[in-house]
């Protein structure tokens, strides 16, 4: 598998290991990133091509759509062959063959160089170059007629400020085929457009929205209407507001890892974001890979771990990326200064209680509070023996979710929830 890349720019949808170039603007510095797995790769050295001849400087997409509220189409192209004695002539396609549109002109004639079309079909511009290599460019472009249309929305984030556009990405005309023809943004003016809240109007109607830490959690959507006609609105994606938080926390299942166990290491979760778990071996972090240094679970909120180490995660939302802040799986207990969320009181002598790190346990001036999901008090103490629920819990631990507060010194210093599993 390899990345092609012109001028350091990637080319997209080429992968093979033949690149076949255009007919028009291929100069350039061209180079392949030949990739034979995730952490292996190489790039060649590179190669300069250079073009002798004229090229098609600019030229209509490939696929256009004609709007019913736009009875006249302009395809134009620009070209840098020389002016004197290069000539152009336009086609369009009727069965298996080409028909003139117009005689064959000077590239210098007024409006030689673009056409109106009012009908779908395929159209052709034949430039004839007056250059050293006797070139003959051709610009192709295919009319459609819209039978629907679609919407697409994405985000563009501010990782410093959190603060957020949300905007149209794409708007695709869709053919009586189901072909999906992009609409040109000289095309938007043609079209209405409304951003909801959920299915609340926000009254604005541009084409983006300006969003901040307010509207973290709210849900967004873009409607748009070709005005003027019976078509469907074409109402986009859904995007959450969301933003990385500035401190990112590993939520392991235990405390410590037992000879022969596994630890779930858990991260705040979100369909948004891309997880990459590392592991940091004499001071370089290395990406964890399934069945090496963990069980399973890259690429998700959640790993389940079997080596003891130095962990952390890196969450990519956008453009934005944090590393979280990184957790020590020890395997002696009361070693490791983290909370787990989870325990298994099954009478297996592994994480029967729920043990706190040495800073919180058999401390005179920590409190811990477990509270039930009504809020009520399961257990309080201010010398914590790593005790819950074996012992001193009012509902024996048969609850499947509790929640705890530790205070030091009468200030909160964590908080969170204990899931019981038998």
């Known amino acids: 598998m390899g990345k092609w890349f012109k001028d350091g720019v990637l080319i997209p949808d080429e992968d093979s290991y ?27 050295e590179p190669v300069e091509v250079v073009n002798l001849g004229s090229d098609i400087l600019t030229q209509p ?34 069965g298996a063959g080409r028909v003139p549109i117009t005689a064959k002109l000077p590239i210098t004639d007024p409006g030689a160089l673009s056409i109106d ?7 052709f511009a034949e430039v004839f ?4 290599c006797g070139d003959i460019l051709t610009a192709t472009t295919e009319v459609f007629e819209p039978v629907g249309f679609r919407t ?6 501010d990782c410093d400020d959190n603060t957020g556009i949300l905007s149209l990405e794409n708007l695709f005309g869709i053919t009586a085929t189901g072909l999906e023809v992009p609409i040109i943004i000289q095309q938007y003016p043609f079209f209405d457009f409304e951003w909801f809240l959920d299915v ?53 299942s235990m405390s410590f890892l037992p000879p022969g166990s596994t630890i779930t290491l858990s991260a705040p979760q979100s369909a948004s974001y891309i997880y990459e778990w590392f592991i940091v071996i004499d001071g370089e972090n290395q990406i964890v890979v399934n069945g090496d240094n963990i069980v399973s679970g890259q690429g998700t909120n959640s790993v389940e771990i079997n080596a003891t180490g130095e962990y952390f ?86 609850n499947p979710i509790y929640y705890f507060m530790i205070t030091k010194n009468k200030t909160v210093v964590r908080k969170g929830s204990i899931t019981v599993m038998r």
Do not use: H
């Not at 079309?117 to 159209?123: E, I, K, Q």
């Open 152 to 157: 697409e929305i994405s985000t563009l984030l």
């Open 18 to 44: 033949i690149l076949s170039l255009p007919q028009s603007n291929f100069g350039g510095t061209y180079t392949v990133e030949v990739i034979g797995s995730d952490v292996c790769s190489i790039t060649t």
């Open 117 to 123: 079309v009012s009908d779908p079909g395929v159209y």
């Open 313 to 398: 995660v890196r969450i990519i939302l956008s453009d934005c990326v944090i590393d979280s802040k990184p957790i020590i799986i020890s395997n002696e207990r009361g070693t490791s200064e983290i909370i787990p969320n989870i325990v298994t009181p099954n009478g297996d002598g592994i994480n029967d209680n729920w043990l706190l790190p040495s800073s919180l346990f058999n401390q005179q001036d920590v409190e811990v509070i477990i509270y039930n999901l009504k809020g009520q008090v399961d257990f309080t103490s201010k010398n914590y023996q790593n005790n819950w629920p074996s012992e001193n819990s009012s509902s024996l631990g048969q």
């Open 61 to 94: 997409p490939p696929l256009i759509m004609l709007l019913p509220t736009q009875p006249i189409l302009t395809l134009s192209i620009t070209t840098n062959a020389p002016s004197i004695g290069s000539t152009i002539e336009w086609f369009r396609m009727v």
């Open 200 to 252: 609340q109007s926000t009254g604005i109607t541009e084409t983006t929205l300006s969003v901040n830490q307010d509207n973290i959690g709210e849900v967004y959507a873009l409607e748009a209407t070709l005005t003027g006609t019976s078509f469907d609105t074409a109402r986009s994606n859904e995007l959450i507001v969301e933003f990385l938080s500035e401190v990112v926390e590993i939520t392991p």
């Open 129 to 132: 170059a007056n250059d050293f």
